[in-house]
Structures are given as structure tokens and as C-alpha cells.
């Protein structure tokens, strides 16, 4: 609840003022019966019409001011609330933003996705519920009792015990129900993660026929969600019906034992109608907070589910005291680009095996290097660790000479234009793709870089062209476009270092050809890095390095390796460049 005792400090005016009005809207409300029991003890049993007159001008005012105060009051609250909603969405896209890949995923796209909008609304509405609702009730209480004791301190014990028997059920119950009214949050992530996966996986379950197996799934968590509320919806069922008996009870008393005292002549008939007013609002009021007091532990359980996300920092920071960028961009724009790999090695968070073993090489400006290797041998960990997506357990990584662990992380990643081996593509328009760095690209450039990653023909083909729509996650377009896509992406960058992760394994041999030559000549005093399966992609790179089981095994060209390397020999062999 840190993050919610941070925001009261800093707002505590708005919070005050909001608070204030309430109160006066309290005090207004509780002000009616008084004068209620006014106009009939000294205006209708008194026969005095001026007094009624009077009174009834009072209470109109009373009715403005209870309404101008509760406008004001809730303008207050909603401001608070909507603008701690705000702050932690900002906060928690920040920090999002600055946790590694790995962390991210500890926490699982869905619960982030239930965290950000669900448990930030329910924040939001029941901090309103609470100063609407709750906030007034004891106010509310104290003043009825107060103001019964002071028109009959018998009658007013009535009230009081009724108050403290509800209140005590309201206690009780939410005792009971809070073991489930916690485990709401926690269901509803499961239930969001299942119909994530149902809706992302929708063709695999389609082509596969398992359709009711996965509605079965879904059923079963959205099940489990409405036994546990169901469970706390049971338990809070008695409070209502409780409450309005013990209203029907509180009355036939009042009235009954009121009776008696105005026959005794020791209470006056306008005092009754008060004290049954002041009961009435009270336990009405108590009805609605006890309604929204069962969604508070709710409330309470999302704002630590925010906060957990906030307390997690980054495992890959920058180093402390570091100057500006534009200090170290000079630095490396001294001498032509450099790489080196320095017997790197790396592991991933918890496992126990070293995924990078001893890795060594160097790249330098227009040199095309290439990592070849079978699946799981290491190639895309080079890549992450390379944009410090990981950091490393040991070695060094070298740009320019420059430890990449004494660069700012930003100045790093300019450095490198990425294209990732999934490709993935935004949605909007084919253009924001390719302004995505580089926002002032003229269409000029754009069709030079769309040519360049073989992505002009099948764009010139589409009606909109450029500005044709790409629909979440790049569905509409097919795996070689999007890789086209997403090669285009990477080359509006201007970087140093392009580092391609099997971007070519969904283009035919022809466009995978022409697409290389082309790179050549853009990229000549670059370092390319090329990733990749077959040996057709890299056979005219400078220099290969083959990966074994997270080491390298062997370095050289295409031909050298073909001479040397047993495992690069077999590879050929499996694609049919070797007898
Ligand atoms: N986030 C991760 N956490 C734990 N282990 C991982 C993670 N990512 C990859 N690995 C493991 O690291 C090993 C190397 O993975 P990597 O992705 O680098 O292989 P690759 O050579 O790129 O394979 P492919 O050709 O299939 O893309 C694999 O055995 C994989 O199980
Ligand atoms: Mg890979």
C-alpha cells in the first residue's frame, strides 16, 4: 500500500477538500430530520403556520447545500482516484519498460494485462466506493445517535444496539469471506491467460479439432472464478435481508416505546419521526458500506499486485555516473566500427547449464560475419546478449574497445539494428513500420530500403500501398512478407551493427539471393550479422563460426569450414550441398 500512501501525501489537498465536502454532505443530510421533527413539534402541533414556513425555507437550503456539497465532494474523489489510476499506469508502462525480457515474463503477459486495466479500475472504483460509501457511514452513525440521545437517551439505545449488532455481522462476514475474496485476482489472471492463449492459438486449435478440449479448459477456469465469487456472494447474503429486518424492527420499537413516552408526555410526537430518520439513514447507510466493504480486501489485494510489479528492478541497469550519450557516440565514431566477443560466457537466470561457453571472435566494418549452428546450440542467446537483453556471466564484449557493460544501454542499442527471428511487425500502417526509429524517413528512402528487403513489389501491389493497414501482430500479411517486413524495419535504422536472427529461413532461394546482394552493397561499411540454418544464407559471408552445444567449434569461410569442420560438413551434407 506504499505506492497509495505516497499518492495521499502528495495530494492530500484534493484529498482534504474532498473530505470536507463530504462531511458538510453528511451534516446536511442529518440536519433534515431535526428539522422534520421541528415543523411538527412546534409548527403543526403548535398550530404555527410561520414556523412552518420558516422551517420549510430552512430545509430547501439544508436540500441545496446537501446537494452542492455531495456535486463538490464527489468532483474531489473522482479526481483522486482517477488520477492514482493515472500514475500507475504511467509507472508501471516505465518500469515495464526497463525490466529485462526474462522478468517480464516471470510475471506473464496476461496477469500484466489483468494488473494494468483490471486491478487498476477496481483501485479506482473503490477508492471512489470508499469515500462515498464508507468514509460517511460512521460519521453518519455517531452524528444520529448523538443527535437521538440529545431528543430522548432511552429511545436512543435502540439504535445504538441495532448499529452495533449490523456493524459486528458486517465484521464476521467479511472474516469469513476474505480467504476467497483474495483468490479473486489471482482466478481472473488464470482466466485472462486461458483465453489469451485460446484466441492467439485460435487457428492451431482449429486445425488440430480441439476445439471443445480448449472450451472445456476455458470453461473449467471461468468456473472455478464463479465458484469463488458465488462462495463470497453466499456469505454476504444474509446482510441485506438482516438489515432490513432489523430496520422494520428498529421502527415498530421506536414508534412502540415512543408512544409511550408522548402519551407520558415526556416526549414530543415531531421527536419520533427524527429518531426513526436518524435510525433509517444510519442503518441504510451501513446497508451500502457493508456492500461495498466486501470488494475493499479486492481493492487492497490489486494495489499490492500493482506495487509488486513496481518493486521488481531491472536486472540490466546502466552503470552508475555515466555522462551523456552524445560522449560515448564520439568515442565510438572515432575509428570504423569494431566487435569483439571476449570468452563470453553466459547462463540463464536459475538453470544450471552454461548456454555460452568460452565465445570468442571479432567483427570489424564491412565484414559480413555469420553464426551457423544446429537448434538450440546458442545462436540467438549471442544476439541477446549482444543487446544486453541478458547480461553475461563472465568475458567481455568489446565495441570499439569499449566494454559494452561501460555503455549506456540506449547509446548500445543505437549501435544495433535487430531483427529478431520471430518476426513481428506493429500494427497501424506499413509506414509507421518503417519510421519506427528513424521518424523523418522520407517515402524517397522508404521505397529505396522496401526494394532493398524485396518488400516493394508485394507493396506496391496492395491498394494503399505504404499506408496500407497491418492488423495486430501482422496477421494479415504472410511469414515471408512479414520477415520482409521486418528486415525492412531493422534496415531504416541507422545503425552500425545489423544483426539479422534468421530472418531469411521464410524467403524462397531466389529473394533470399537478391535480397543478399543487395545487403551487401547497402551495408559495406557495416558489420552484418547474419544468422542463420542454411548454408545457401551464409556460404559468402567473410567469416562463419559454427556453434556445437553452446561452443564454437570452428571459424573460417565457407570453404575452409567445409574442409575442416566435421559438424559444418554434416550440415552441408543434411542440406544437400555435400554428397
Ligand atoms: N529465456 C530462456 N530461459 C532459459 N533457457 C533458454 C531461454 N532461451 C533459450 N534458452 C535455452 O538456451 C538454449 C539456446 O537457445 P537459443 O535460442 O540461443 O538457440 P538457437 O541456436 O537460436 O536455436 P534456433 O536455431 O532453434 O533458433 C536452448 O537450449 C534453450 O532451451
Ligand atoms: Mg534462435
Not at 485 to 496: F, G, P, Q, T, V
Given at each position: 500500500m506504499?505506492i497509495?500512501?505516497?499518492y495521499?501525501?502528495?495530494?492530500i489537498?484534493?484529498?482534504s477538500l474532498?473530505a470536507?465536502?463530504l462531511?458538510?454532505?453528511?451534516f446536511?443530510?442529518l440536519?433534515?430530520p431535526?428539522q422534520?421533527s421541528?415543523?411538527?413539534?412546534?409548527g403543526?402541533?403548535?398550530?404555527?403556520?410561520?414556523m412552518v414556513y420558516s422551517t420549510?425555507?430552512?430545509?430547501?437550503?439544508?436540500l441545496i447545500?446537501?446537494?452542492?456539497?455531495?456535486?463538490?465532494?464527489?468532483h474531489?474523489?473522482?479526481?483522486?482516484a482517477?488520477?492514482?489510476?493515472?500514475?500507475n499506469?504511467k509507472?508501471?508502462?516505465r518500469?515495464?519498460?526497463s525490466?529485462?525480457v526474462d522478468?517480464?515474463n516471470?510475471?506473464g503477459v496476461?496477469?500484466?494485462?489483468t494488473?494494468?486495466g483490471?486491478?487498476?479500475?477496481?483501485a479506482?472504483r473503490l477508492?471512489?466506493a470508499f469515500f462515498q460509501?464508507?468514509?460517511p457511514s460512521p460519521i453518519?452513525?455517531?452524528?444520529?445517535?448523538?443527535?437521538?440521545?440529545k431528543l430522548s437517551p432511552?429511545?436512543a439505545?435502540i439504535p445504538?444496539?441495532?448499529i452495533?449488532?449490523?456493524?459486528?455481522?458486517?465484521?464476521l462476514t467479511?472474516?469469513k469471506?476474505l480467504p476467497?475474496i483474495?483468490?479473486?485476482q489471482?482466478k481472473l489472471?488464470?482466466m485472462t491467460?486461458?483465453?489469451?492463449?485460446?484466441?492467439i492459438?485460435a487457428?492451431?486449435i482449429?486445425a488440430f479439432?480441439?476445439s471443445k478440449k480448449?472450451?472445456?479448459?476455458?470453461?473449467?477456469?471461468?468456473q472455478?472464478?464463479?465458484?469463488?465469487?458465488?462462495?463470497?456472494?453466499k456469505?454476504?447474503?444474509?446482510?441485506?435481508p438482516?438489515?432490513f429486518?432489523?430496520?422494520?424492527i428498529?421502527i415498530?420499537?421506536i414508534i412502540?416505546f415512543?408512544a409511550?413516552?408522548?402519551?407520558n408526555n415526556?416526549?414530543?410526537?415531531?421527536s419520533?419521526?427524527?429518531i426513526?430518520?436518524?435510525?433509517?439513514t444510519?442503518?441504510?447507510a451501513?446497508i451500502?458500506?457493508?456492500m461495498?466493504?466486501?470488494q475493499m480486501?479486492?481493492?487492497?489485494?490489486s494495489?499490492e499486485?500493482?506495487?509488486?510489479?513496481?518493486?521488481?528492478?531491472s536486472?540490466i541497469?546502466?552503470k552508475e555516473?555515466?555522462?551523456?550519450n552524445s560522449?560515448?557516440?564520439d568515442?565510438?565514431?572515432?575509428?570504423?566500427i569494431s566487435?569483439?566477443?571476449d570468452?563470453?560466457?553466459?547462463r540463464?537466470?536459475?538453470?544450471?547449464k552454461?548456454?555460452?561457453?568460452?565465445i570468442?571472435?571479432?567483427?570489424k566494418a564491412g565484414?559480413?560475419?555469420?553464426i551457423?549452428?544446429a537448434?538450440?546450440?546458442?545462436?540467438?542467446t549471442i544476439?541477446k546478449?549482444?543487446?544486453?537483453?541478458n547480461?553475461?556471466e563472465?568475458?567481455?564484449i568489446l565495441?570499439n574497445?569499449?566494454d559494452?557493460?561501460?555503455l549506456?544501454?540506449?547509446?548500445l542499442r543505437?549501435?544495433?539494428?535487430?531483427t529478431?527471428?520471430?518476426?513481428?511487425?506493429?500494427?497501424g500502417?506499413i509506414?509507421d513500420n518503417?519510421?519506427?526509429?528513424?521518424k523523418?524517413m522520407?517515402?524517397e528512402?522508404?521505397?529505396k530500403i522496401?526494394?532493398?528487403?524485396?518488400?516493394?513489389?508485394?507493396?506496391?501491389?496492395?491498394?494503399?500501398?505504404?499506408?496500407?493497414f497491418v492488423?495486430?501482430?501482422g496477421?494479415?500479411?504472410s511469414g515471408?512478407?512479414k520477415?520482409r517486413?521486418?528486415?525492412?524495419?531493422?534496415?531504416?535504422?541507422?545503425?552500425?551493427i545489423?544483426?539479422?536472427d534468421d530472418s531469411?529461413s521464410?524467403?524462397?532461394?531466389?529473394?533470399?539471393?537478391?535480397?543478399?546482394k543487395?545487403?551487401?552493397?547497402?551495408l559495406k561499411?557495416?558489420i552484418?550479422i547474419?544468422?542463420?540454418?542454411?548454408l545457401n544464407?551464409?556460404?559468402d559471408a567473410?567469416?562463419?563460426i559454427?556453434?556445437?552445444?553452446?561452443?564454437?567449434?570452428?571459424m573460417?569461410?565457407?570453404?575452409e569450414l567445409?574442409?575442416?569442420n566435421?559438424?559444418?560438413?554434416?550440415?552441408?551434407k543434411s542440406?544437400?550441398i555435400l554428397?
Open positions: 506504499k497509495l500512501r505516497t495521499i501525501k502528495e495530494n489537498g484534493i484529498l474532498g470536507l465536502f462531511t458538510l454532505n453528511t446536511a443530510t440536519a433534515i431535526f422534520i421541528n415543523i411538527i413539534n412546534l403543526i402541533m403548535k398550530k404555527d403556520i410561520d420549510s425555507i430552512k430545509m430547501v437550503i439544508i447545500v446537501g446537494t452542492a456539497t455531495g456535486i463538490i465532494a464527489n474531489f474523489v473522482a479526481l483522486f482517477t488520477n492514482f489510476t493515472k500514475k499506469r509507472l508501471l508502462i518500469n515495464l519498460e525490466l529485462t522478468q517480464v516471470d510475471f496476461a496477469s500484466l494485462v494488473r494494468m483490471n486491478d487498476n479500475n477496481n479506482q477508492i471512489v460509501m464508507i468514509l453518519m452513525a455517531v452524528i444520529s445517535i448523538f443527535m437521538t440521545i432511552t429511545l439505545l445504538l444496539f441495532t452495533l449488532v449490523f456493524a459486528l455481522a458486517i465484521v467479511l472474516f469471506s476467497y483474495l483468490k479473486v489471482k489472471d488464470r491467460l486461458v483465453l489469451r492463449e485460446r484466441f492459438g487457428k492451431i482449429r479439432d480441439n480448449e472450451r472445456d479448459k476455458f470453461n473449467d477456469v471461468a472455478e472464478y464463479t465458484d469463488n465469487y458465488i462462495i463470497i456472494n456469505k454476504f447474503a444474509l446482510l441485506s438482516m438489515a429486518a432489523l430496520m422494520s428498529v415498530t420499537l412502540f415512543g409511550m413516552k408522548v402519551l415526556t416526549l414530543e410526537i415531531g419520533i419521526t427524527a426513526v430518520e436518524y435510525s433509517l444510519t442503518i441504510a451501513l451500502m458500506s457493508s461495498v466493504l466486501v480486501p479486492k481493492a487492497v489485494v494495489i499486485r500493482i506495487e509488486e510489479v513496481l518493486n521488481v528492478t536486472e541497469k546502466d555516473e555515466l555522462k551523456d560522449y560515448y557516440e568515442i565510438l565514431k572515432q575509428n570504423p566487435l569483439t566477443f570468452n563470453v560466457c553466459f540463464y537466470k536459475g538453470a544450471e552454461q548456454i555460452l561457453k568460452n570468442s571472435f571479432s567483427v565484414e559480413r560475419f555469420a551457423v549452428g537448434t538450440g546450440s546458442g545462436k540467438s544476439a546478449v549482444l543487446l544486453r537483453l547480461d553475461i563472465s568475458g567481455r565495441i574497445g569499449v559494452a557493460l561501460d549506456p544501454l540506449n547509446c543505437n549501435q544495433i539494428s535487430y529478431p527471428q520471430k518476426a513481428y511487425i506493429f500494427s500502417k509506414k518503417f519510421r519506427f526509429t528513424n523523418n522520407t517515402d528512402e522508404m521505397i522496401a526494394k532493398i528487403a524485396q518488400s516493394y513489389d508485394f507493396i506496391d501491389s496492395l491498394p494503399d500501398k505504404f499506408d496500407s492488423a495486430q501482430g496477421i494479415n500479411f515471408g512478407q520477415q517486413l521486418s528486415i525492412a524495419r531493422a534496415l531504416s535504422k541507422d545503425a552500425n545489423y544483426l539479422f531469411f521464410a524467403l524462397d532461394y531466389a529473394t533470399d539471393a537478391k535480397l543478399r543487395e545487403l551487401k552493397t547497402f561499411d557495416k552484418t547474419i544468422i542463420a540454418q542454411r544464407t551464409i556460404a567473410d567469416k562463419i559454427v556453434l556445437k552445444d553452446s561452443e564454437i567449434t570452428g573460417g569461410t565457407h570453404q567445409l574442409e575442416s566435421q559438424e559444418y560438413i554434416e550440415l552441408a542440406q544437400g554428397e
